[in-house]
């Protein structure tokens, strides 16, 4: 169980450290929030919530590739918000 712990902080520390690098940025640019920065943060928040409930779910078979699944997409959608975080 303390894997599950850990998976769960894992996805809190890094989408949380992405929404703060949205706001580093508007801060340090513009000094208030843009559509695309909300987008971000939103999007940020809707693969928070999706990979929670991953992490919930009872039903699953194999339960150590199906962790390993959701460390590779937190991965995944960790390094896409920071390459869209990149283009602004």
Known sequence: MANIKNLKKDINYVLGDIIEAVYL???????????????????????FDALITKVNAKNVE???????????????????????????
Request: no cysteine; net charge negative.
């Open 62 to 88: 194999d339960k150590k590739a199906h962790f390993k699944q959701i460390n590779v997409e937190l991965e995944q959608t960790a390094n896409q918000l920071i390459a869209k975080i990149n283009e602004l």
């Open 25 to 47: 940025f508007e801060i340090s640019t513009t000094g208030k929030p843009t559509t695309e920065t909300n987008g971000l943060i939103d999007e940020a928040i809707a693969a």
